[in-house]
């Protein structure tokens, strides 16, 4: 009898302390509120400047091609020269999506799990490609790389070939896109905290039992997120790739790339069709974003229930 009152009790408390909250919520709500007019003024600027600056480009981008109709869409698409910036888009989109995951994986799980010296050093090396400019992150490449560069000598001696070639092009694309995973991951494992590792340890698992047993089903929302983000960018980046690709055509040109090459020839259907291919893969990107970010809200209200 005592359980069933202590149970009510809580119930009671439990029921009392939503109903405060829930008053204490509207009361902060009703003082905070703006007026009626001040409100429709700020969705209405809000939905101009998304129209202009982002519904009305993509319209533009489509029109523009197919303003020759489907057939001259679909020959430009199927043009050698675009074929080929496709295929070398998705080759260095592959790579890049491959190796930022595994190093990704690894540099979250160290920052998350362990402790070490250098933690904080290694956090902010993880941010770095987010403050330094592409085009000076090529030039770093060639300085490194180039016939001048610092391994330029030797590679020549040895007949390799990383600047102007694929090699380089994916180099400059990871180290761009190498946050994306780790920073979607770094958060998520932190939050998580080692318990369920170490309990699975005590029980006798491995690492590698534990890791695709207890850590990786906990993360694989942050993982498709991370993966999906880094892959956009890959597939987009320009100014990077653009200072080590040597823009031999046919060869070294990604789709972004040929757009401008295309542009600048003033073969607008052609280049504005591959940038729809693009547009597309930025809309596809906002849809699956908007689904993953909604499982991992799903998986966190799990947790904390």
Not at 151 to 167: E, Y
């Amino acid at each position: 009898m005592s359980i069933e009152m202590t149970v009510q009790r809580g119930l009671a408390s439990s029921s009392q302390r939503k109903r405060a909250g829930g008053a204490s919520v509207a009361a902060s709500d009703s003082v905070r509120s703006e007026p009626k007019a001040v409100r429709i003024v700020i969705i209405a600027i809000a939905i101009t400047f998304l129209v202009v600056f982002v519904v009305m480009p993509l319209i533009i981008v489509f029109a523009q091609a197919f303003s020759k109709g489907v057939v001259a869409y679909f020959a430009a698409l199927s043009d050698p020269e675009a074929l080929a910036a496709i295929r070398l888009t998705l080759l260095i989109a592959a790579i890049s999506v491959g190796i930022n995951l595994v190093c990704g994986l690894a540099a979250a799980w160290a920052i998350s799990k362990f402790e070490f010296p250098g933690k904080t050093m290694l956090i902010t090396l993880i941010d770095l490609p987010f403050s330094v400019s592409p085009v000076i992150s090529g030039l770093v490449f060639v300085l490194l790389f180039g016939a001048q560069g610092y391994f330029g000598p030797w590679l020549q001696a040895h007949h390799l070939q990383i600047l102007f070639a694929v090699p380089g092009m994916a180099l400059a694309t990871i180290f761009v896109t190498f946050p994306f995973v780790a920073r979607a991951l770094i958060p998520l494992m932190q939050e998580q905290g080692t318990q369920e590792e170490e309990a699975a340890i005590s029980l006798g698992a491995s690492g590698l039992q534990t890791f695709f047993r207890v850590t990786l089903p906990n993360i694989k929302w942050g993982v498709l997120y991370g993966v999906l983000l880094c892959n956009a960018r890959a597939m987009g980046e320009f100014g990077a790739v653009s200072v080590v690709s040597g823009h031999i055509r046919g060869e070294t040109n990604t789709m972004p790339l040929l757009v401008e090459i295309l542009y600048n020839e003033y073969q607008l259907v052609a280049s504005f069709a591959i940038a729809s291919l693009l547009a597309m893969l930025a809309l596809i990107t906002l849809v699956a974003k908007t689904i993953l970010e909604r499982h991992l809200d799903e998986g966190e209200a799990v947790r904390d229930d």
